[in-house]
């Protein structure tokens, strides 16, 4: 079709340039399957362009299905779809043409952003711009306007593509990219579909010029300012578990970044350009493409398997796209680690050169303002030097080689460099960067076991509050896996638990940074926990410790802690660390999750576990050292699995093993007695208004020393206030007003939650009924403890949080939980229809169902056994949580012949992790294999369900 304009098809030359059959078929398909005129029907029109689409996609699928790499399938995409819009275009023209005669101004439809780069995926977005003249007249262009929208946009928007569209004059275009830099980058990559050759070349000479003559400092700054915030804000890491492969870090667009920086700095984006101009060597060109083809193979696999754009590796699915990508391990660890390892060392690749060549272009504009080349601008840089240090140069803020054998000739300064980068906080310079990723292989079992360079990684370990830095650029260098080999093999390590959000490398680092912040006293909880350190013999040793802590992961993450030491050992003796250090680091690596596992799991308020905590730590210098370590492994996994109540369960735990460190048995007897005492006499002096002393006096005698061990005056006074209100039932009501529950519901703001005291007449299946009572309210637990007094009155104390966290706020959470309560226990009424109900309610406000839900990978397990040390029998849960799941598990409990002395709930990432303290409800009765094994299996079955009306 010749028209006024010459519009002509850019498509055609950019198949013949490519020169591949896959792109020439999808021409001769669209010539056979396309023959729609301005006479044929729309329905028609759409038949043929739906079955065209159809069949390419499919043809699309089979490719990647066979093998191709991820530039071949996105580029044939990209053809597939510029055929579809140029047949769209011809006919909108025809249609204009015998409607209004010839169009009053050319116009050309233009391919940006990604769709510019030739780089569609299956679900990429289509962004294309209708671009005019610079002198229009509105009233003469709406129509054509018109047209073409009616003629390409909506066909296309009847095909579920998803179009991104714009309307711009030559003008209009440069006057928007002044104002953001977001359509800056869009239009750098601005391609011709279909339209007037003669208007796209004036405006790409027109916006070449003004890019060209831009500021390109200030363009830089912003590239870089825009790129920190980006990786910052997708997880500030190659490693995260769950990866973003478009925006994440090391992906898609920081090598769309590199191209953009270098099309406004170098007038050509392209890394032959990059390699031409000596910023980039073919080698890593070479890498560059292949890392960049193996991501959007990933993507192109992502979104053949998705119904809408998704970009994030989840863990659901990384099995399924291991297997389609080629990886046919049937372990699916296995599997998925093998491909994470691939995706990490390629994403790093991308994420490594694209910031060195960010720096490199960043700091190239210095040069041509003053006709200096880029060598001119290293070396003015060193004419400014302060100091010459063992081969290397320190200059204001950086660090560079004097010469490029300074590696060869003392091979121990690869480590040695990393300390002056400590000592005299400096960044490495883009040379001795290159220099030192050519010479990482002379890091050799000589290297690691060399005394001095050991001797410099300790002294890296021991600035209190700094190390995290220069320990990642070690990692980020490839130098820290080299001297540590052990550490290498955890690199890009899959961490198949559901609260992880890192690989084990990453995680590791984590800690190490959370140390710092701990040694800075950066952050709520870090004060105390500095000041336990500074308590041991040798506060840094934690860098260590941490250093080498799950190590033993590389042989899986079952037992690591065991195989931590023997892994760990080696290390610490090539380090040059002392019998009496290592003996310390080897007994916290085998020991490194007891502590949380003790305050998760048990009752802290029994003296019994911290008396049997304290005999597995053994001295106040691991103690301390465990203490703070826990904090930083947890606080390093997530940065929301430490709160203020995991806190405060973890300090009175580390206080009373202490306590229990620092005292004789018969010492601790004493002082516990001595409290009680004095805890009395506090609450006699305050003269209680209506309560007599004959009541406080029955309150501490009917109760066992261990209830004032970790409950202060306010807490005992509220108690016996509210046994007192549960007495005066007795002579003002009827028999059955007496049983009706005292209840205190308090907000504690400052740890976040809600703390719900219930005081009762002791009866069997009483917690079951509190939990559904709380159920129905809408609140979640996270713990519970119960106390029953010589007379049968029960305290139970329950701490609650609102369903999206914190302290309740909703005022009728209270009534319905009163309410309920007392239908549960004076009437005996089943909350499970309740429960249902309000579950029911939830799944509909959130979309909570089965197919739009994702879950935490984590194994539905139960453990039910006697623990000798606590002389308790302890039921524990692990499952996926649902509501009403804690009522389910007690009511079972229940059910089975057992009451529940103590719980402790938690919930991390939709995962439940439950621990009960069980006891027979019958006097005498023994807990044994005929009934632990019959609640097992009743609790299996339970668990073995994500949903309450499958399990219900």
Known sequence: MKLRYGYASVTKRLINSLQDPLFRRIRLHAEKRLDFTPDTPPGERLRQLKEYLRLEQEMLHRYHEKGDGGLRVAKARTIMIDILIEYLFKNALAIYERKFGPPPYPVAMLALGGYGRAELCPLSDIDVMFLYPKKVKPDLLKPLQEVLTDQILYPMWDLNLKIG?????????????????????????ARLIYGSKE??????????????????????????????????????????????????VGGLRDYQNILWMAEVRLGKGSLDTLVEKKFLGDQERKHLIQAYDFLLRVRNEVHFNSKRPNDQLSLEAQPGIAWALGYKQRDIFRRVEAFMQDYYRHANRIYQLSKLLEQRLALSELGPSRGYSFQAVIDSRRIDRQKELDGFLISPKQLSSQDKDVFIQDPTRMIRMFRYLQQYDLEPDLDLRVLLSQSIHMIDAKLMHNESANRTFRSILQTRGNVYPTLLLMHESGVLGRFIPEFGDITCLVQHEFYHRYTADIHTLSCIRKLDEVFREDGVYTPKYHQALLKTETPALLYLILLVHDLGKSDGIQSHCINGVRVAEPILKRLGIDEKRRKIILTIVENHLEMARFWQRHDIDDPITAARFADIVGDEDTLRYLYVHTYCDAAGTASSLWNSYKDSLHESLFRAALENLHHEPDAMVKRRRERKSMIYREIIERRLQGIEKDQIDAHFNLLPERYFIHNDADDIILHIRMVHELLKTISEADSIGSLVPVVDWNNDEDQGLTVVNVVTWDRAGLFYKLAGALTVAGVNILSTKAISRNDHITIDTFYVVAPDGGVVQDSKAEVN??????????????????????????????????????????????????ELSLKRTIVEVQANDHLGLLYQLAYAIFKHGYDIGFARISTERGAALDTFYIEPTRPMAISNADTLVPLRDEIERIIAHDEFEAAG
């Open 199 to 248: 208007l796209y070349d004036e405006f790409e000479k027109t916006y070449r010029r003004y890019y060209r003559r831009a500021d390109h400092r200030a363009y830089a700054k912003e590239r870089l300012e825009d790129q920190a915030a980006r990786r910052e804000k997708y997880g500030g890491s190659v490693f995260l578990q769950e990866p973003d492969i478009k925006n994440g």
């Open 817 to 866: 939980f009163r309410n309920h309560l007392e239908q549960a226990l004076l009437h005996n009424v089943d909350l499970m229809p309740a429960i249902k109900e309000q579950a029911h309610k939830l799944a509909t406000q959130f979309g909570a169902t089965k197919t739009n839900r994702l879950r935490a990978p984590i194994p539905a397990k139960v453990e039910v056994y006697h």
């Open 165 to 189: 569209h714009s309307s711009r004059t030559v003008k209009e275009a440069i006057t928007e990219a002044k104002a953001d830099q977001q359509t800056l980058n869009a239009l750098l990559e």
